[in-house]
């Protein structure tokens, strides 16, 4: 057969196998079967720690909102924005101390 044909022939398989790659050796079952579980494990990994920060971001306007303070749209985008989960915690316990909503975000010297 020429490459063309090859080609060809390969590309109508292609369209008629099923979704699902079929993994026949034991190789390729091992390896396919653990780059998919890593996959599972950092996709699970990265939505909790976005879950988190998302709940971190909404305590900090939480504690704003119940000491009075109105937030501005940049500085509720600043907050809901960030995924530092670290920086969150800051904001959130100097949120419940901060004089001004500037003090939220001033760094201690």
Sequence with gaps: MSAPD???LLEEIMKSAST????YSPFAREHFGRGKAEGKTEGKAEGKAEGKA???GRSVLLVLAARGFDVPDDIHA???TCTDLAQLETW???AATAQTLQ???DEVS
């Design 78 to 80: 600043r907050i809901v």
């Design 6 to 8: 090859i080609r060809r």
């Design 103 to 105: 003090g939220l975000f």
């Design 92 to 94: 959130l316990a100097r």
């Design 54 to 56: 998302e709940e971190a």
């Design 20 to 23: 699902e790659w079929p993994v």
